[in-house]
């Protein structure tokens, strides 16, 4: 059985998780070498402004992800939570579900297949994280994702700028095509893939912040609620109901009464066999000793039969003698 992972830097390592790790880094130094190649040599301002802005959202995005991926969104149980601190944290974390974030989710907190543990106000699993997103460490997430966002979106525009705009300085040109041999056909095809890389990295990353923002802002629930409610499997419980209990899973009460029901009719049904097999066993023991029983009684019989026709014999003899 797989143990309970505690957060994202727990193992076992997913893939996605593995190529976030060897994506981000290649962008962002391919960034810092392409912008320092190209504009090291000009007097233009922009080349420290595009240094800086992007610092500023690598120091954003690696802080948010460090976090996102620290924490452990599992759900504490009342009675470990016995300061007042643990209290106060526990309130505060039943006002961000209730009232910022997920006011129409139907639980307070959900079970977590791939963690192995229940997450409080659980809105996914993140394969990319490797983690569960919960109350803890949705606020880092979505920081995350933002800046992460707005990098690449930097990136991308940066890199087509370096090819077009940018490059027409002679002073650019010279030390591009000094550090490339001569050439700029190697230059453009290493700008090439760094715009195309970023640009594909940013067009997913904006899929997934327009999808939380359309729930934060319009659906005002998670993705998991989302999710079930467009598949028509879940009915809309209010938030103050009392199936909202820490430890509780995502199945509805109909749900898990079916699962009830088939848990107990599957018990039943050993039951039974177990029962047959008893009886049948039982038989098979007692079957040899009636025959055995039966034997015994036709001995006897036999034996009362020949003893009876002894006497008889000898009665029929004396009175022989007697004539």
């Known amino acids: 059985m797989q143990p309970k992972r505690r957060n994202g830097f727990s193992k076992p390592r997913s893939n996605d998780q593995l190529t976030t790790w060897f994506l981000y880094p290649i962008c962002t130094v391919a960034y810092y070498l392409l912008v320092c190649g190209v504009l090291s040599s000009t007097s233009s301002p922009l080349y420290v402004h595009l240094l800086w802005l992007e610092s500023v959202l690598v120091l954003f995005v690696l802080v948010a992800w460090f976090l996102a991926e620290a924490i452990d969104p599992e759900t504490k149980s009342s009675s470990s939570a016995g300061s007042s601190s643990d209290v106060k944290a526990r ?80 002073e650019a040109r010279n030390r591009v095509r000094s550090a490339f041999g001569g050439q700029l056909v190697g230059y453009h095809v290493l700008a090439s893939i760094f715009t195309i890389l970023s640009g594909v990295l940013g067009l997913g990353l904006l899929v997934l912040a327009s999808l939380h923002c ?91 039969d020949s003893k009876d026709a002894i006497a008889t014999t000898v009665t029929s003899l004396s009175l022989t003698e007697e004539a």
């Open 91 to 170: 309130d505060e974390d039943d006002f961000f579900i209730r009232v910022i974030c997920f006011p129409h989710s139907t639980t307070r907190s959900r079970f977590c297949g791939t963690c192995r543990k229940s997450v409080l106000g659980l809105d996914h699993h993140c394969t990319w994280l490797n983690t569960c997103i919960g109350a803890r460490n949705y606020v880092p997430f979505l920081v995350m994702v933002m800046t992460c966002l707005a990098q690449m979106t930097l990136q991308t525009a940066t890199g087509v700028l370096l090819q077009t705009t940018l490059l027409q300085d002679d």
């Open 214 to 304: 359309y729930l934060l802002l319009w659906q005002r629930q998670g993705t998991y609620d989302w999710m079930l409610g467009n598949r028509g499997s879940l009915e809309a419980i209010p938030p103050s109901s009392s199936a909202n209990h820490v430890g509780s899973n995502s199945l509805s009460d109909e749900v898990e009464m079916k699962r009830q029901l088939e848990r107990e009719e599957w018990q039943k049904n050993i039951e039974m066999r177990n029962k047959e097999k008893g009886r049948a066993s039982s038989y098979s023991v007692q079957q040899p000793v009636q025959p055995a029983r039966e034997s015994l009684l036709d001995n006897d019989d036999s034996k009362m």
